[in-house]
């Protein structure tokens, strides 16, 4: 018999403690309807927003627990050349329309609504991987990281989209690779313009590095008119790393020269090879020979 008198008792305090005025906060869905197909938002709209209302608890109970609160406009209503703007009078209107009027909002994390949007087909736009990448030890990354997805479409209302000819991924900040790998990485976010889609799949090919060997042809630099050198050997060994992709690749970019100004320098008869220049892929690169012999055709 007690039990089921605090049991009456518990019902009677809830019924009464439901009739009294409460404040509460909830998150409520934002939700635009009869948007077009055609229709692109250049800055996205907020999934939700965070409302505190005061109010007799059956209807914070009822509005805000039994169901969940959202916050429905429709596009016509509120859509103005290019522009869809909410007052905050109107924000309050359209909650009070699905809490109650009785409900006093007293506070909103969403004040006004001001979204851009465009009519106009998307310009399709060549992507660049902005990247700072670097591999492990005995490793290379082959050539440039290749963006899988080519071109984005961008939208703008006005006339910005004229002006874009490239988008760039954000900084791809990656090291001590050793293998082949994809990465997701966003795109730069541009002043008044949407990037459809904002990120994009990127592939970075790593491959290990072998010794090679080849034999290069010596150059001769600074030959004046009327001047000939004949050099022994006239191709020397050159060793280096390369990427095992181009192990069997004999046409490596790679100079090897000598200077015809040395002679007067030289106290014999052979000149100082040099390698002048040679590709960033080629590793370690040294001669097998340091000079080679010359003679002076006129």
Do not use: C
């Not at 809830?14 to 509460?24: G, P, Q, R, Y």
Request: glycine fraction near 4%.
């Amino acid at each position: 018999m007690f039990l089921v008198f605090v049991a009456i008792a518990s019902i009677f305090w809830f019924v009464v403690a439901l009739n009294d005025n409460v404040t509460e906060t909830f998150k409520v869905t934002l939700q635009i309807d009869d948007v077009a197909d055609t229709v692109t938002f250049i800055n996205d709209p907020p999934a939700d927003l965070h409302v505190t209302l005061r109010d007799k608890g059956t209807n914070i109970l009822r509005s805000g627990v039994v169901k969940h609160p959202t916050l429905r406009l429709n596009f016509h209503d509120y859509a103005r050349k290019g522009l869809f703007r909410v007052t905050q009078a109107e924000l309050n209107a359209e909650l009070k329309s699905d809490f109650g009027g009785a409900a006093q909002i007293t506070g909103s994390s969403l004040d006004s609504l001001r979204l851009y949007y465009t009519n106009q087909p998307g310009r399709r736009v060549p992507v660049k991987v902005v990247a700072d990448l670097s591999a492990a030890s005995g490793y290379l990354i082959a050539g440039e990281p290749v963006p899988l997805t080519k071109s984005v479409l961008v939208y703008s209302v006005g006339n910005e989209i004229d002006t874009v000819r490239v988008v760039n991924t954000k900084r791809l900040l990656k090291s001590g690779l050793s293998k082949s790998q994809k990465f997701k990485v966003e795109l730069r976010d541009l002043t008044n313009i949407r990037v459809v889609p904002n990120q994009v799949e990127v592939q970075v090919n790593v491959e290990p590095l072998v010794h090679k060997e080849v034999y290069a042809n010596v150059e001769i630099l600074n030959m004046p008119e009327g001047s000939h050198l004949l050099l022994f050997p006239a191709k020397v060994p050159v060793s280096m790393y390369v990427q095992m992709s181009r192990f069997n690749d004999d046409n490596l970019p790679l100079q090897v020269a000598v200077d015809y100004n040395d002679l007067h320098k030289s106290t014999r008869s052979r000149l100082p090879v040099k390698v002048i220049r040679h590709a960033r892929s080629l590793i370690n690169v040294e001669l097998g020979i340091d000079s080679v012999e010359y003679t002076v055709v006129r």
